[in-house]
């Protein structure tokens, strides 16, 4: 009897302590997780953001499920039933899955199949359509036949099963905007998916790579694409469909498969103000300086009450103080080089302005319609008072690299993107210098429920998704771009300023600066082959050469020591980010 009790208390006792250890450690540091984790690929995953979507304010037809694109009708969906997988090629060499749009609303239609690579949690949508009843304008047509684009039964890959990707044809007038996948070599039935009216899509380029037998896209192999369309900004009516591109051989032009088009003039889709304000409670990203930062952000009236001057070509020795809403500042034009900002003169305000002020800064927000407004761009710009210089890596030395990549006035920006169907975020781009990078909500780090974390690199303040190093360069030498989290955080959604959604239109004041063109700093002379002398004397012998050839190799932008001009100069303000 007591042995009996001994026992199960032994178990009940052994069943405690391995919960315990469950809720004590983090699951890595269970080893006999770790085996069992790193075979399951991410896909078999479903991303959610970690907060829901909260309930939108009323508006009009934001956040309403269905955008009308002019007698079609869309609407987003991202819960699938899988049709094939492949387990090998593609990204990371871990397949990639095929999937169907399940619970498609009554009177919809399927525009196409949906598939990601597997080395990434399942998150993803396609548009399903409907022709709108009350014209009944034919909007959609079954195909008149499908072709095999590929299979992959001659195929050695770990796969389930064979899969058998098609191309619909389309009727005369109507295009093929996806594919449709299947497990055997029968043509799928014709009532599978709709082809849409040619005045209701739009020519569409291939973007990320998806998948293909190989590691890496082959040009003459079978290659999976994602597809957005080849114009694309502010008034661009071009609307991607979510839904893949599969081709043999390289980038035929037009694509077998197109991109839908927004005919509507006026979109109602996008978000009025208070739901705007919804928006960017509940997504503005949490903004880090790296630790050892000494060029902080400020506002921009902070900069201009605190000795921000205006020089005008050929009264050099004139500056004047700017007013502070900027409101003195040369209006419209062309950055023709006819006025610049800079610092104050004297020295030591000149150092104290540099640094910036933290307390004082805030993010700018300019909203606009994206995708043929099925989504809603919010770029956040942040304003530096001063980029610092860039910093070198050699070997084991870090090295700051003199008045190289330094600039008065610096702009920055993180891009959320918004889908009008539902409010929820998609993607954050990452502006790098003149460069970034799109990071899908699956792929970031979120702070407070579902605001994104962004990193602000080291003197040169581009932003990353990560903290850590990015070197630019090759065999130990390079620029580096290092990030970090600290106590010095930027949350843009307790400062910020809204200046610009030209669709509201007079519901937003423009602040006067926004509508300076001209450079926020001045263009400084020096000489590189100065500052290069200089730091090669501290450099070992046989770094000399590596070290000048990085630097030589440097872009324009990193050697420009001019001051950019303001956002609404930049090509994304009406354009595409990249
Ligand atoms: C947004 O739209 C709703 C519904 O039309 C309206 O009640 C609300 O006042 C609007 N908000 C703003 C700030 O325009
Ligand atoms: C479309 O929007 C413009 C600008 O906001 C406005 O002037 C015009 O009246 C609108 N047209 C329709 C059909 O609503
Ligand atoms: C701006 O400041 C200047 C002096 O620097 C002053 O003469 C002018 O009236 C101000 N302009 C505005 C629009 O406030
Ligand atoms: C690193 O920083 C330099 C300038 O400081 C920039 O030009 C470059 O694009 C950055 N590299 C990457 C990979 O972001």
Known sequence: MSIFIGLICAAILSEIVAVELH?????????????????????????????????????DGFASGIIDLGGLQVSQISSFNKVWATHEGGPDNLGATFFEPSKIPQGFFMLGCYSQPNNKALFGWVLVGKDDSSTNNGALKEPVEYTLVWSSESLKIKQDGNGYVWLPTAPDGYKAVGHVVTTTPE????????????????????????????????????????????????????????????????????????????????????????????????YS????????????????????????????????????????????????????????????????????????????????LHIKPMLGAT???????????????????????????????????DWEHVTLRVSNFNGELWRVYFSEHSSGAWVDASGLEFQNGNKPVAYSSLHGHAFYPKPGLVLQGNGGIGIRNDTAKSSMVVDTGAKFELVAAEYLASAINEPAWLNYFRK?????????????KKIEKILPGKLKKAFEDLVNGLPAEVLGEEGPTGPKVKNNWNGDEV
């Open 285 to 364: 990203p949490f903004v880090y300086l790296h630790p050892d930062e000494e060029y902080h952000p400020s506002s921009v009236y902070w900069f201009f009450t605190n000795g921000g001057l205006l020089y005008k070509k050929g009264e050099e020795t004139k500056p004047v103080p700017i007013n502070t809403t900027g409101s003195n500042l040369p209006q419209g034009g062309s950055n023709d080089g006819a006025y610049w900002l800079d610092l104050p003169v004297d020295k030591a305000n000149k150092e104290r302005v540099k640094k910036g002020d933290l307390q004082s800064s805030q993010a700018y």
């Open 375 to 409: 989504f809603t761009d919010i770029a956040i710009w942040i304003f530096y008072p001063f980029n610092g210089p860039a910093r070198a890596k050699v070997e084991f030395l870090n090295i700051p690299l003199g008045k190289i990549g330094e600039h008065v006035g």
């Open 187 to 282: 043509k799928p039935s014709l009532d599978r998916i709709r082809c849409v009216r040619s005045d209701l899509t739009d020519q569409g380029e291939t973007d990320s790579w998806i998948w293909g037998p190989g590691q890496t896209s082959n040009a003459n192999g079978f290659n999976v694409y994602n597809v957005r369309p080849s114009n694309r900004g502010t008034q661009a009516q071009g609307v991607i469909v979510g839904t893949f591109l599969a081709q043999i051989g390289g980038n035929s032009s037009p694509l077998s498969i197109t991109c839908l088009k927004n005919t509507k003039p006026n979109s109602s889709s996008l978000p009025n103000l208070s739901q705007i304000e919804a928006l960017v409670q509940a």
């Open 520 to 532: 926020w700093g001045p263009k400084i002379d020096y000489s590189i082959n100065d500052e290069i």
């Open 23 to 59: 809720q004590v450690l983090p699951t890595e540091q269970i080893p006999a997780d770790v085996s069992k984790k790193s075979k399951i690929p991410p896909i078999e995953t479903t991303f959610k953001l970690p907060s829901p979507i909260p309930s939108w304010p009323p508006g």
